[in-house]
C-alpha cells in the first residue's frame, strides 16, 4: 500500500512505470537490461571500440573521410592507434550515458547537446549517427549473443534512438 510516507509506490504504479519509457526515450525494464549488458561490453572497450569502428568503416566507406586516421583503406583501420583512441572516447561517452545519464535525465540531455554541437562543426547529422549507431547496436547484440533479449534489443534501439534524436 502506498501511502504519504511511503517509499514505494503501489504494485500497480510500479508495474506501470517498469513498462513506460520516460524522458530519457528507455523503460525502466530496458535500463535495467542495457546497463547490465553494457557492464559486460566494458570489460573490453577498446577490442569492441575497434571492432565497431572497423565494422562501420567496412559498411560505410565514405565516412573515412570525417576523420585523419591517415590511411583511406578500412582494412588496415584496425591498427590504426588514432581509430583505436577515437574509439575508445565514444564507448567511454556511451558507457557515461548508460551508466549516469540513464539514471539522470538532466545529465543526458546536457551530454548529448554537448555530442551535438562538437559534432555539429563536422557537419554530422541524424542520419551520420543512425549509421553508426546501427553498427554499435548489430555489433554489440552479436557480442551479447549469451544474453541477448527482446528487451535488451529494444533497450539498444530507443538508446541509440535517444542519441540520434538529439541531433534533429
Known sequence: MSGPGSLVGSDEEEQTNYHTPDETGLTKSQKVALIAA???VKKDLVTHGRNIFVTFFEEYPQYLDYFDFGSGNAGELGENRSLHAHALNVMNFIGTLIDY?????ALLKC???KLVRNHRKRNVNKEDVGAVGGVIMRYCLKALEQHR?????EAFGAFLGTVAAAFE
Open 38 to 40: 553494457w557492464s559486460i
Open 101 to 105: 545519464g540513464l539514471n539522470d535525465p
Open 111 to 113: 551530454s548529448l547537446g
Open 149 to 153: 533479449t527482446k528487451t535488451l534489443e
